[in-house]
Structure formats: C-alpha cells, structure tokens
C-alpha cells in the first residue's frame, strides 16, 4: 500500500465557517425573520427558530468541539439586524455578545474571521428595497463603522459581503431568497450596489484598522456547456460565468461593473481585495434556454457524479482546483472561505473533504498563495429556503432538543486540522473507497 502525507504550508488556517443567522436563533429583527413566516418560502414550512442556539450561548460548546478538534480558525458572521434593530437605535448589548464570542475564539487559540453581511439585513433596512436602491450605502457604512470600531481589538480579518453573486441570484432571479422577485435588469442595479457597498465597506475598514485584511467571499461555479459542440450552450455557460463568478472579482480588482450589455466605472471599488475568499460547492452543465427568468441558462449537475443527499451537491473534486486557477489571476493571497457537502448520514462528506483537500494541496504545491480551508459547516444549521432539510455539519444537530452527535467526518477533519496535512493512513481509515486514485501505487 502506497504511503504518503500531503503536508500544507505552516500557519494554514484550518476551520469552519458559519453565519449569524444561521446560527443564533431567534433573528427576529431581519429581513429573513419575516420572509420565514410565509407558507411557500422554505421548504417544509420549517423555521430557524432557535437554529443552534448561539445567541442562547451554545457557541462555546461547539467553539470547544472546534478547538479540540484541532481547528485554529473560525469564520462567523455579525447580525446586522441585531446590532441596529432601527434605524436611530444600536444595541450595544448585542456588540457586546460579539466581543464575548471573539474573546473566546481568542481563548481557545483560534483566528477570527468576521463577515458583516451574510445574506440578512435589518428589517427597516429590507423595507427601504434594501440594495435596490443606493440609499442603503450610506446605512451599511454607518453599520460597518460601527461594528469594526468595536469588534476591531480582535479581529483584523473581515469578509464585507457573503456570496453577492448567490444574493442578487437568489433573491432576484430565482427568487428562492427575499425579497422572491424575479427582475434581471433589478438583479443588475443590486449588483452594482453590492459592489459599491464593498468598496466603501473596504475603506471604512482600512480607516479604522490599517493593518485589517478585507476581502469579500464569492461562490464560484464551474459552468459548462450541457453540449460542448453546440455553440449557444456554451455561450450560456460562458456568459453565466462572466455575470456570476466573474462580476465582483473584477469588479474589486479593476473598478470596472461589467454586465452584459454595459459597463459602469466605480473607481473607488479598485484594488479592494486584500484576499479573495472562494466558496466553492460543485459543477454545472449548463444549456441554452429561453427562459428569461433563469437568465437564459437550464442548469443542471454533471450526471456522471455522485449526489448529495437531496441532490444538490455533485462531487466534483477538480473544480476546486480550477475555481483556485480561476482566483489566482486576482493575484491577492487566497482564502477558501466554504466548502462542504450536505450528507445527513456522512457517506459521501468524507470522501468529499478528502479529495477536495487533495485538490487544495496540489495548488499548494505549485506555490500557489492558499491560506486557509474553512469548512461548512460545524454543526447543522438552517439553511436558507431549504430549512433543517440539509444538513452540512461535522457535528449533527437536533434542533428541537439541541444534542449534537459527531459524525466520522469530525474525526476526519480532526486528523487534517492537527497533522496540518493529509495522510494515506487517514485515508484508508475514513475513506477507503478512493484510496487507490489518491494514492496510486
Ligand atoms: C452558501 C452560503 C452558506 C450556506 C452554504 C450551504 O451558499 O454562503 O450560508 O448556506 O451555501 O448551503
């Protein structure tokens, strides 16, 4: 049997990442806390409710799992919603819950990385057309000011936006997201707004911190054509790339918006990346469609991969080799801020993170500058429209009782974490079924 570790450079961040509202529970004051409550809006009529109960202070028990199992970094996200619950009125007590959280990921030996916006906004703020319209700059810089001047003692390293791209997508494209519409040319104005709220985000941070790190996190897709022969199939494929992957990094690279049919200077968006944070999830096989309302794109998984437990995720291992191709032509240090696999009976997550790690190490190997894994997720959690249906932790939650069960996958990662490298005894252990491509004789 072959025999190797694939090692990873010293300091590599190893964690998991999660979000405020997917967490906390009880959001009561957000844009989603209200969209929740409708019949039709997340699958099952489930509810976040008291999602893992980290507002009720359960966030030190699973930051103790996190940091026993050997995880020297964390990324959550800060409540919006929370810390301004109106317009004229800040919470201080709920910054204060903050510093508490970062004060014991410090304790604990681990890096905090912070994401301001996370999907949620403030109701008040969601009533206003949230980034529909560009009132909203100027209250997401207050809110930002705010939040870095307090949490700032802590923390230098600071994601201004979560998946614009999967935002705008989701909320005006699809319309799986608040606020439901389904508008390209809204979807585009949402965009730009974006992309003006992380540039002013990326300053107001560098005034208040000079040596902060500020990036923002995209989900890259790897689309291809459904029928590589046929030329409008790729042409769907390409131009969804360009709108959806390609937007913001060039946008914060160069200060240029590029959508398909224009184009819009925003100087103060260039060079606005410290790092790039990649979320990357899996693959798609796109053909041409006419369907405006899905962008002129059917979308749908490789059929020769494996699925995910509700067939949401294919295992495709080499994309995330080539979303990190794809980050490195940003030429800013590299941070892949999710990656993971909804797999209620952890038969495929260890299968998933083994290869996927692979694939993160042979980047490493060509010098390529990848700081950090941060896997989603720790524990079950509420996952958007779908509700408690997905389930991506290392640990297993029940929501109504709150026990958590660690799946294999925990240990797994527990290895990678403390070793800081990949071994072919992990392997065998955890995944003996692709030991043989991994570590071919
Ligand atoms: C990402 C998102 C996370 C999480 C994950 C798994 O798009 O940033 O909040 O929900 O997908 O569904």
Redesign the pocket.
Known sequence: MAQATFHFPRGFLWGTAT?AY?VEGNNIHSSWWAWEQKPGHILNGDKSGLACDWWGGRWREDLDRAAEAGQNAHRFSVEWGRIQPEPDRWDEDALDRYRQILRGLVERGMTPMVTLH??TEPSWVAEKGGWEDEAILAHFEKYVNKVVEALKDYVSLWVTL??PN?YAANGYVTGDFPPGKHDLGTAFRVMVNLGRGHAAAYHAIHKLQAHARVGMAV?YRGFSPAKPWFPLDSLAASQLSRVFNDFFPRLAADGVARLPFSSQRIPEAKGTQDYFGV?YYTCERVAFSLDSSQAFARRNLPADAQLSHTNWIANVPEGMFAALKWALQFKVPIIIT?NGVDDPDDRLRPRYLAEHLHQVWRAVNFNWPVKGYFH?TLVDNF??ERGWT?R?GLWELDPETQVRRKRPSADLYAEICHENGISSEMVARYAPEIFEKMFPN
């Open positions: 979000a997917q996370h999907f979560n998946e999967v989900m979320n999710e989603w996952e958007w997905q991506f």
